[in-house]
T-cell receptor, first 114, second 112 residues
Framework: NAGVMQNPRHLVRRRGQEARLRCSPMKGHSHVYWYRQLPEEGLKFMVYLQKENIIDESGMPKERFSAEFPKEGPSILRIQQVVRGDSAAYFC????????????FGSGTQLSVL | GQQLNQSPQSMFIQEGEDVSMNCTSSSIFNTWLWYKQDPGEGPVLLIA?????ELTSNGRLTAQFGITRKDSFLNISASIPSDVGIYFCAGQLKTSGSRLTFGEGTQLTVNP
């Protein structure tokens, strides 16, 4: 049973470009969460999705950031017109239900904005 | 937003020593979780706590959910080199749904 798969592991973008981060949840998991981690800090919640629905996006910046979890395919976190401050590790986590002890994290995507 | 104060920020210990770290908050949490993160990887769950006063062990790890619901501690006994990593507490507020609030982490270094 493969874990939560994130790709790419490393993504380099120039200011103004778009970044697309992908997350394939564990098999049987329909709940997906995105967290952001700055160097030497804890993870910060961004968004919580269930299949085709955004449940809680209270942690996501209002502009330039969007997330989706389509019926088929991985969850996508999209950052438009990236700025240097977007440089961070972005982690996806999935669970089969809302109980947090069943939450598994992926290995993250390290985004570097030049 | 809600904040968890985790301490210490870093620890340098000798193999075989015991370790203790804690998290405090001004808010009441429904659930406390402790994670370990290795470099370049995502956090891995160590222990989950659900009830005030609950004391739970997982091998050499022991964690407790504070009586006030505003704090938790994690103890590691007889540390070994593979305990090296960053330990995070995370809490779920009653009003936050499935959203977790993470502490800033404790960087543990174990000298052989």
């Amino acid at each position: 049973n493969a874990g939560v798969m994130q790709n790419p592991r490393h993504l380099v973008r120039r200011r103004g470009q778009e970044a697309r981060l992908r997350c394939s949840p564990m098999k049987g998991h329909s709940h997906v969460y995105w967290y952001r981690q700055l160097p030497e800090e804890g993870l910060k919640f961004m968004v919580y999705l269930q299949k085709e629905n955004i449940i809680d996006e209270s942690g996501m910046p209002k502009e330039r950031f969007s997330a989706e979890f389509p019926k088929e395919g991985p969850s996508i976190l999209r950052i438009q017109q990236v700025v240097r401050g977007d440089s961070a590790a972005y982690f996806c986590a999935s669970s089969p239900d809302r109980f947090l002890e069943k939450l598994f994290f992926g290995s993250g995507t390290q985004l570097s904005v030049l | 937003g809600q904040q968890l104060n985790q301490s210490p920020q870093s620890m340098f210990i000798q193999e075989g020593e015991d370790v203790s770290m804690n998290c405090t908050s001004s808010s009441i949490f429904n659930t406390w979780l402790w994670y370990k993160q290795d470099p370049g990887e995502g956090p891995v769950l160590l222990i989950a706590l659900y009830k005030a006063g609950e004391l739970t062990s997982n091998g050499r790890l022991t964690a407790q959910f504070g009586i006030t619901r505003k704090d938790s501690f994690l103890n590691i006994s007889a540390s070994i080199p593979s305990d090296v990593g960053i330990y995070f507490c995370a809490g779920q507020l009653k009003t936050s749904g499935s959203r977790l609030t993470f502490g800033e982490g404790t960087q543990l270094t174990v000298n052989p």
